[in-house]
């Protein structure tokens, strides 16, 4: 099994920055995939971004260029650096991992205002 727990969420005005951590109870080595979503009020979760063992990313079109997803392996931590936020960023992250079966973490609220 995987523990994951998530910080950083927060309110900030749009434009600004914010920088999301997760931590697992694993070694990321141990790990596929690790991957942040996001669900908004009333809509689905979806993918922000994913970063494979072997180190391949990808985004959701809506953040690249904004978005950074990053991992410290002696830390067992994955990181998401959210730069020029938008009010449409609005919603719980959740971070995952891929280790036989999906993992969740308990959720980040992340508001902006505009």
């Known amino acids: 099994q995987v523990q994951l727990v998530e910080s950083g969420g927060g309110l900030v005005q749009a434009g600004g920055s914010l920088r999301l951590s997760c931590t697992a109870s694993v070694s990321l080595f141990r790990i596929n995939d690790m991957a942040w979503y996001r669900q908004a009020p009333g809509k689905q979760r979806e993918l922000v971004a994913r970063?494979?063992?072997?180190?391949?990313?990808n985004y959701a079109d809506s953040v690249k260029g904004r978005f950074t997803i990053s991992r410290n392996n002696a830390q067992n931590t994955v990181y998401l650096q959210m730069n020029s936020l938008e009010s449409e960023d609005t919603g719980v992250y959740y971070c995952?991992?891929?280790?036989?079966?999906?993992?969740w973490g308990q959720g980040t609220q992340v508001t902006v205002s505009s």
């Open positions: 970063i494979t063992r072997g180190g391949r990313i």
């Open positions: 995952n991992a891929d280790h036989r079966e999906n993992y």
